[in-house]
């Protein structure tokens, strides 16, 4: 049956509703369905990845790591999670920050363990089985400059390089410093990039404070 003067082609879409060629009523639909896709195929991270933070740490930024315990970020790294001083009460036992900046990153965990900093460390990288890493380092002593004493770890794969360091956060006898809460420090930086944020990496470490005596 031929198509009349005034009846238009089936799909024909009209001029006011055309944007290069697509059906300008259909985009946002299609854009909706695009995201959903990619939170379903690639996740969070594959958005977090290309949506860039803000949150820029600034001179004179302290990170908050509950009872009263705080570090000094580097300048410069992005705070994807975490509070500095002056916010809401952290919970010492409930941190999680992180930092991020170009191919480094570093996470600062709280939780609760009664024992020894470096008994905390070796709990930690048994649970996440690293004893299948291409590279392990000794462990060695880290003083803060508010007198915490750290077990550091180092390790390297083809992913890059990696520091863990375990702190009990309290300082004086052992049975108080065993019964305080842990922190757990986690860097990782991408392959040849370590050396780079080195300097930074340690000048945080020894900016870590311990909160009130227990």
Not at 136 to 144: F, H, I, K, N, V
Request: aromatic fraction near 6%; charged fraction near 15%; avoid cysteine.
């Amino acid at each position: 049956m031929a198509v009349g003067v005034d009846e238009a082609p089936a799909g024909w879409v009209p001029v006011e509703h055309r944007w290069f060629g697509l059906d300008r009523r259909t985009l946002g639909p299609g854009l909706i369905a695009l995201v959903l896709a990619l939170l379903l195929i690639y996740g969070w991270s594959a958005l977090n990845a290309v949506i860039p933070w803000h949150n820029e740490i600034r001179a004179g930024d302290v990170l908050d790591l509950g009872d009263g315990a705080t570090a000094v970020p580097p300048v410069g790294w992005q705070l994807e999670s975490g509070v500095l001083t002056g916010a809401a009460g952290v919970s010492a036992t409930g941190l999680q920050v992180v930092l991020v900046n170009g191919g480094a990153r570093i996470e600062l965990t709280g939780s609760t363990f009664a024992g020894t900093a470096d008994a905390f460390l070796t709990q930690v990288r048994r649970a996440r089985g690293d004893d299948s890493l291409a590279v392990q380092g000794g462990r060695a002593s880290l003083t803060t400059g508010g007198g915490l004493v750290g077990v550091v770890q180092g390790d390297s794969g083809p992913g890059g390089d990696g520091l863990d360091v375990a702190f009990k956060m309290a300082t004086g006898p052992a049975a108080e410093v065993q019964a305080a809460p842990a922190l757990l420090v986690v860097v990782r930086a991408a392959p040849g990039q370590f050396e780079h944020y080195h300097g930074e990496v340690q000048a945080m470490l020894h900016s870590i404070t311990p909160g009130a005596r227990r």
